[in-house]
């Protein structure tokens, strides 16, 4: 057993004059500006996790919860219904239209082009939707209405302007975000991955039907978007390669691929959003999105 008080007895005999000789007008100074440099360093490396960064996180981990949440349907595909999106107010289907909008605010983009995205990465050009009614139940009578609604939608924070685009769409045209299927009909997405496509080999001579190849093709497109949903989704920190001064890419998404939206509001007791949907850009008619709404205006309107 160490015996520590007749060790610390001999330490001025071990040490003889060697601790006499050392400038401690110099070693005390240099020792503090050490550690407070070690300490400066510690606390860069240990950053507090962001409520958002958390979500990310907590939003990749499947839970036993997650396949108990009911999600919105449409038995009969074959209607029309109203979703809404949530974009920049210069925002239209027709692309040519959004940049000539884009070009007159220049002055508003470039003060603000440091700004975290609120949109999730258009993979595939994917527009994202939900339901309106849904939306407002969760963002009705909130103090700051465009960061609730980015809070439910599972978006980062960012305070440019931005409207929700209502859209009258063919339901045939909308998909579910999730990793069972994308039927409108499923009331939850489960942990079960669907079967993948099997199609009888043609016979000599013949060539794919084209509904064969069409449904080869739409789940080829549903596949790519589930994996690249996942790589842009689930990660922190990047940034656009080679502009770096560009953060559009910098920031992950609380992906659920469960078919509905992450609420990263801190102060919920649980983080589920609304249902939320996917439809391709070319697949919205040219004349929609005329009707829209600043956040304020949608979240304080009647439910409808």
Known sequence: MIQWPSIIKRLPRILGDWWQTLDWYLLIPTGCFVLIVLLVFVSDTQQAVTPYQAAILDAAVRKPPHLKVELSTFP????????????????????????NCDKTNAANAQQNKDSTPTTKPAVANYI???????????????????????????????????KLFKLRLKLDKVRRPCFSGSNLQDKFCTFNLPEPPVLPKPAEGKSYSEEEVEKLIEDYKRLRFLNEQMLTSWRDGFSRA????????AYGFP???????????????????????????ADIPADAGKDSQSPEEFCNQDLS
């Open 76 to 99: 009969d595909t074959t209607k029309e219904e109203t979703f809404v999106t949530l974009k920049h107010n210069c925002w239209h289907p027709d692309p040519a239209l959004t940049d």
């Open 255 to 281: 992906f659920t691929g469960m078919g509905w939206t992450y609420n990263w509001d801190p102060e919920r007791e649980n983080h589920i959003g609304v249902s939320e949907f996917i439809i391709d850009e």
């Open 128 to 162: 994202w939707l939900t339901i309106p009614s849904e939306l407002k139940k969760q963002c009705r009578d909130k103090t700051n209405s465009l960061k609730t609604i980015q809070q439910i939608l599972g978006l980062p924070e960012d305070k440019r302007d931005f």
């Open 242 to 249: 080679g502009a770096p001064e560009q953060q559009s890419d």
